[in-house]
């Protein structure tokens, strides 16, 4: 009797390692190498026809040969169509996801000279009070700026203004980290006069057109070489007076 059930115990495991072989495998050409338990039905030029593994009364799938590795067979067999894919690597993130930023706010200071009034005044200075930029886009957005300007009259006569600017923002990087940008900086806005001399009032329209190299030296922080043109018409009652300049100034910026 115990020999009848181990001869029993012997068949059933047979059986079971018979019916886990019989399958065949199918393991695609993909990055995970997804194998699929099946029954090959036929092998065609350019297709595979097979039933699931265990649904072989279900429905028949078709499946590219482009798309497959190889098959195992239940017999043993093996075909092999293509070479395995190779995992896809992912990019290393470009530098410019560490130096780009949207906009920056800081401050320039620098020698400026008036073009109209030649060899009536010495060099003055310019200080852009506030210095901000920021881009809407990848290369488009608004700028402002508070600055002074002050120069010394021959006679030892102080003449200056103080003017607020705002318009369009430009910016076009040189190198694909984003380092060095260059920002074109046309403006309109309005200026104060602040003579020395306190009779001397007036206000008036303000018109800019400014250019600067911003490096990008670090994370959070960039410096800055600007060139600006600048025309001032500051009126009062009694006269008017048109102002240009060019100032250069160096910059350091927060970066935002």
Not at 134 to 147: D, E, K, M, P, Q
């Amino acid at each position: 009797m115990r020999r009848n059930v181990y001869i029993l115990a012997l068949i059933l495991f047979a059986g079971a390692v018979s019916l886990v072989h019989a399958q065949d495998i199918i393991t695609k050409n993909d990055n995970n190498g997804t194998e699929i338990r099946a029954k090959v039905l036929e092998v065609g030029v350019d297709n595979v026809k097979y039933k699931v593994y265990g649904n072989e009364s279900g429905p028949t799938h078709i499946l590219p040969k482009s798309e497959i590795f190889r098959i195992v067979y239940e017999g043993k067999g093996i075909d092999v169509f293509t070479e395995p894919a190779e995992a896809t690597p992912t990019p290393p993130k470009e530098e410019e996801a560490t130096y780009r930023k949207r906009g920056y706010i800081g401050m320039t200071f620098g020698p400026s000279y008036l073009t109209n009034l030649e060899g009536y005044t010495d060099a003055g200075i310019s200080v852009n009070i506030v210095n901000f930029g920021y881009l809407f886009t990848r290369h488009i957005g608004v700028a402002s700026s508070i600055f002074a300007t002050d120069y010394t009259v021959n006679n030892g006569t102080i003449i200056g203004a103080v003017a607020f600017m705002i318009g369009p923002l430009f910016s076009f990087s040189a190198t694909p980290a984003q380092k060095l940008e260059f920002d074109i900086r046309p403006s309109i806005g309005g200026a104060l006069r602040a003579d020395e001399d306190v009779d001397a009032e007036g206000s008036g329209f303000a018109f800019g057109m400014g250019g600067s190299i911003r490096w990008n030296c670090l994370r959070r922080f960039s410096l800055s070489l600007n060139l600006d043109y600048l025309n001032m018409e500051l009126k009062n009652d009694d006269y008017d007076i048109d102002r240009s300049s060019v100032g250069i100034a160096l910059g350091v910026q927060v970066r935002l």
